[in-house]
């Protein structure tokens, strides 16, 4: 049986199901409850409960990518797959922790401004992360072809 750090599609999958819990539940009973950042002189705002259905398929479609290259047989670098897992689900945890902390001490712009800027970043991380799967991707395919043909 596979240790289950070779399995990363289950982590996907755990990560998609503690946000469906931890936001869904929390921000489900708040009407009017949004989500909005800051961008320069642009507002993106989107309700809550679209966030989290959002990130919830995100990680749910990266969680059965992995599962389809691990049925493909496709070998990934086990070092980028560590790292694309570390960023992508680290991200979702950081943000939580985040949020929980300025949420506690709340001063309305001073942590609005904290938390869009910890919002940002982190996204920027979590698109560099994806930029390093699909290099991943690419590289093992390459070498499962080569294998394969005997080049």
């Not at 539940?25 to 708040?30: D, E, V």
């Not at 990680?59 to 496709?74: F, H, S, T």
Request: aromatic share 20%.
């Amino acid at each position: 049986m596979k240790s289950l750090y070779k399995r990363p599609y289950f982590y996907f999958w755990l990560v998609a199901f503690f946000i469906f819990c931890i936001r869904y539940l929390r921000y489900s009973k708040l009407v009017s409850s949004s989500f909005d950042i800051n961008i320069h002189d642009t507002y993106f705002v989107s309700a809550h409960k679209d966030v989290t259905v959002i990130l919830c398929g995100f990680y749910v479609l990266i969680g059965i990518l992995y599962l389809l290259i691990d049925l493909a047989k496709v070998k990934l670098n086990t070092t980028l797959v560590r790292v694309h897992m570390f960023l992508t689900i680290g991200a979702i945890f950081v943000y939580f922790i985040i949020e929980l902390i300025l949420k506690k001490n709340f001063q309305p712009y001073e942590n609005y401004s904290k938390l869009n800027s910890a919002i940002v970043f982190l996204t920027s991380l979590v698109l560099i992360a994806q930029f390093l799967f699909i290099f991943n991707l690419l590289i093992g395919s390459i070498k499962n072809f080569r294998k394969r043909h005997g080049n």
